[in-house]
């Protein structure tokens, strides 16, 4: 088990409506990222936050936004959900060390599934 | 439109053999290149990551990375069953971290 938590784990919404994702990060790390992988397929990079700072974005339209609080947790945000939005939503935290190598945790999803 | 390309496998070798899984990449302009293993239903996990030229071994895994060849390529020693998974391959572009569709893993016993 990591020590990144997501919720909630399932979410059932309606087209158009939006939708607010939740992660929390794995103690002491900084960076924040979050995926959509649709069923089989490999997951696809929606944005990362490194200290409360967007500072990587992937080809996600704007309707997609995202927060990191201090304390590291995160959110991220969806508006006029449309069908194509169902997936399993994943975010990971990560910490750089000072050696350089990386550690990085997922949680365990969010599947949303948009009627 | 960067691009990170795996084959889709499944790929399937005996227990105890060398599985070999490759990935190449669009753009010269790659930072870091990493590997993670997803097991069916379960989150993707972090196997190791390479930005330098050369070989970074760990264990069984060795990551094998050419810059010039725009060729990233992961080494399974003695594979066991419990290695049978999808992975895949990640490239950070600097602001953009693109996935390739992973490799389907099948260790025979």
């Known amino acids: 088990e990591t020590g990144v938590t997501q919720s909630p784990t399932h979410l059932i919404k309606t087209r158009g409506q939006q939708v607010t994702l939740r992660c929390s990060s794995q103690?002491?790390?900084?960076?924040v990222s979050w995926y959509q992988q649709a069923l089989g397929q490999g997951p696809q990079f929606i944005f990362q936050?490194?200290?409360?700072?967007?500072?990587g974005r992937g080809n996600f339209p704007p309707r997609f936004s995202g927060l990191q609080f201090p304390n590291y947790s995160s959110e991220l945000n969806v508006n006029a959900l449309e069908l194509d939005d169902s997936a399993l939503y994943l975010c990971a935290s990560s910490l750089v060390e000072t050696s350089g190598e990386e550690t990085q945790y997922f949680g365990p999803g969010t599947r949303l599934l948009v009627l | 439109q960067k691009e990170v390309e795996q084959n889709s496998g499944p790929l399937s070798v005996p227990e105890g053999a060398i599985a070999s899984l490759n990935c190449t990449y669009s753009?010269?302009?790659?930072?870091?290149f990493f590997w993670y293993r997803q097991y069916s239903g379960k989150s993707p996990e972090l196997i190791m990551f390479?930005?330098?030229?050369g070989d970074k071994e760990d264990g069984r895994f060795t990551a094998q990375l050419n810059k010039a060849s725009q060729y990233v390529s992961l080494l399974i020693r003695d594979s066991q069953p419990s290695d049978s998974a999808t992975y895949l391959c990640?490239?950070?572009?600097?602001?953009?971290?693109?996935f390739g569709p992973g490799t389907r893993l099948s260790v025979l016993p």
């Open positions: 103690s002491g790390h900084n960076t």
């Open positions: 753009d010269r302009g790659s930072q870091s």
């Open positions: 990640a490239v950070w572009y600097g602001q953009n971290f693109v």
């Open positions: 390479i930005y330098s030229n």
């Open positions: 936050y490194y200290r409360e700072e967007e500072n």
